[in-house]
């Protein structure tokens, strides 16, 4: 899928984009400020998204620009979630990629991945200070939970949406 507007390229990932994929997601956190401890930044999985995405039921799309690697999102059947939920998951831009419709992007492709996986529901976790990317979610139809569903393990995450995908 490309998209010629922003000539940006969205793939699946592939081994060679863990490093840059975990630089990116931990740059994030740590500038933003967020807890370290319980999130994406300290969860060993980050540091080889290639291999966790290699689970059935899940996928990470990976959004490139003339080689560049600008970030990502990937679906994943969270621990404990409802059958047929995923978990819309480590969804991070790199700093010049936010604000240009690639998130918008990500998440309409991985919103049809999880579709095609026979998912009925996706569910995130986030943070108040996230203000952009919560107000992406909402637009796409997320809507707040008052608790975390099934058990990520990324216990400092306290924004909890989920949407459900048809009908």
Sequence with gaps: MESTELKV????IKESDNLILASIIKGSIESMALPLEGT???DPTTNDLFAYFSK???SYLVAEQDGIVLGGCGIY???GLPEKHAELVRFFLHESARG???GKHLMEACEQLALSLNYTHLYLE???DMKAAIHLYEKFGYQKLDAALGNTGHFSCNVWMLKRLCE
């Design 9 to 12: 390229n969205y793939r699946k």
């Design 40 to 42: 994406a930044h300290s």
């Design 56 to 58: 059935d039921g899940s």
């Design 77 to 79: 059947p969270s621990n």
């Design 100 to 102: 240009k419709g690639i």
């Design 126 to 128: 986030s943070f108040p």
